[in-house]
């Protein structure tokens, strides 16, 4: 529940942080502040003994960490279009993204008539969200589409992370993500992103939740639910996230909570509960994702 409860705020913790920094330099701090935690984190429990990456192991974790960058970029961007409710909501339409992929992607984890009607409830939704937007010609529906978007790459990272994690070490995992993505942010913010930062109070909050809370704490968890649970059981913790993330919104961030909001967000928090797997303890697959060998990944997990 607390897990779901950070995540289901940092949208709003996002919005906050783009009041003083444009979004693609808000990640970066993000993700370097993320990326020290993991670190500290890895020392302090000793995961950096006899650590190596083996060169089979290279290709993958780039790719995961430029999933990971597009995903945190788009989310960023995304959220800077729209309201801190929306993005909430849209964004943790990744869970029912994520039961559609692994429909295809992990063996044994299909799709059932109960799975189906929810992500069509769930999908439903978000039309009714986007045709009252069309209906008024707000100026939010670039946003949207475009965190729809982050939530489908979020979902494609979850499964990714799902295989990966059963057999590699999550601090290469981890580190992976952040190393990659505070490079390639710093570069494209130092191209395209002229504007000054203001380092406020309020800058300093948001990266430390962004950082700590969520890149640090609720990824390393994110990572230990992955190795236990089908990531459609997943969906079952994070049931309430939407909720959160709009109430979040209108109480911190004093969005208003218009109708089709609130029933959007209702049909989105029925679908993730209708596509959540029963199962409990994981049977996850034993192939390695794709671009992972049995050899690179023997003696990487921990």
Same mark, same amino acid.
């Given at each position: 529940?607390?897990? /779901?409860?950070?995540?289901?705020?940092?949208?709003?913790?996002?919005?906050l942080g783009l009041e003083d920094a444009?979004?693609?330099?808000?990640?970066?701090?993000?993700?370097?502040?993320?990326?020290?935690?993991?670190?500290?984190?890895?020392?302090?429990?000793?995961?950096?003994?006899?650590?190596?990456? $083996?060169?089979?192991?290279? @290709?993958?974790?780039?790719?995961?960490?430029?999933?990971?960058?597009?995903?945190?970029?788009?989310?960023?961007?995304?959220? /800077?279009l729209t309201s801190a409710a929306h993005?909430?909501?849209?964004?943790?339409?990744?869970?029912?993204?994520?039961?559609?992929?692994?429909?295809?992607?992990?063996?044994?984890?299909?799709?059932?008539?109960?799975?189906?009607?929810?992500?069509?409830?769930?999908?439903?939704?978000?039309?009714?969200?986007?045709?009252?937007?069309?209906?008024?010609?707000? /100026?939010?529906?670039?946003?949207?589409?475009?965190?729809?978007?982050?939530? &489908?790459?979020?979902?494609?990272?979850?499964?990714?992370?799902?295989?990966?994690?059963?057999?590699?070490?999550?601090?290469?995992?981890?580190? /992976?993500?952040?190393?990659?993505?505070?490079?390639?942010?710093?570069?494209?913010?130092?191209?395209? $992103?002229?504007?000054?930062? @203001?380092?406020?109070?309020?800058?300093?909050?948001?990266?430390?939740?962004?950082?700590?809370?969520?890149?640090?704490?609720?990824?390393?968890?994110?990572?230990?639910?992955?190795?236990?649970?089908?990531?459609?059981?997943?969906?079952?913790?994070?049931?309430?996230?939407?909720?959160?993330?709009?109430?979040?919104?209108?109480?911190?961030?004093?969005?208003?909570?218009?109708?089709?909001?609130?029933?959007?967000?209702?049909?989105?928090?029925?679908?993730?509960?209708?596509?959540?797997?029963?199962?409990?303890?994981?049977?996850?697959?034993? $192939?390695?994702?794709?671009? &992972?060998?049995?050899?690179?990944?023997?003696?990487?997990?921990?």
């Amino acid at each position: 529940m607390l897990v /779901s409860i950070l995540w289901g705020a940092n949208p709003v913790a996002i919005k906050l942080g783009l009041e003083d920094a444009p979004p693609i330099r808000l990640a970066w701090m993000r993700f370097l502040v993320g990326g020290v935690v993991i670190g500290l984190w890895a020392w302090a429990t000793g995961r950096f003994a006899g650590f190596r990456v $083996e060169r089979s192991e290279w @290709r993958p974790l780039v790719f995961l960490g430029l999933l990971f960058t597009l995903q945190i970029g788009s989310m960023n961007i995304g959220t /800077s279009l729209t309201s801190a409710a929306h993005s909430a909501l849209l964004l943790n339409l990744y869970a029912v993204h994520t039961v559609v992929l692994a429909h295809f992607l992990i063996p044994g984890d299909r799709l059932t008539l109960r799975k189906i009607a929810g992500v069509l409830i769930a999908y439903a939704g978000i039309v009714l969200l986007f045709a009252h937007q069309i209906g008024r010609g707000t /100026s939010t529906l670039l946003g949207d589409a475009i965190m729809v978007g982050s939530a &489908f790459v979020l979902a494609e990272r979850t499964v990714y992370l799902a295989r990966a994690v059963q057999r590699y070490d999550p601090v290469k995992l981890l580190l /992976s993500q952040a190393l990659i993505g505070t490079a390639i942010f710093v570069a494209v913010s130092l191209a395209l $992103e002229p504007a000054a930062t @203001r380092w406020t109070g309020r800058l300093a909050a948001s990266v430390a939740y962004q950082g700590v809370l969520i890149a640090g704490f609720n990824f390393v968890v994110n990572l230990w639910l992955l190795r236990r649970y089908r990531p459609s059981a997943l969906a079952a913790f994070f049931l309430t996230q939407p909720i959160f993330g709009v109430i979040a919104a209108a109480l911190v961030g004093g969005d208003p909570l218009t109708l089709d909001l609130l029933l959007a967000s209702v049909a989105v928090a029925i679908g993730i509960g209708l596509t959540s797997s029963s199962e409990g303890a994981s049977t996850a697959p034993s $192939e390695p994702p794709p671009g &992972f060998d049995c050899a690179g990944g023997a003696g990487a997990r921990t």
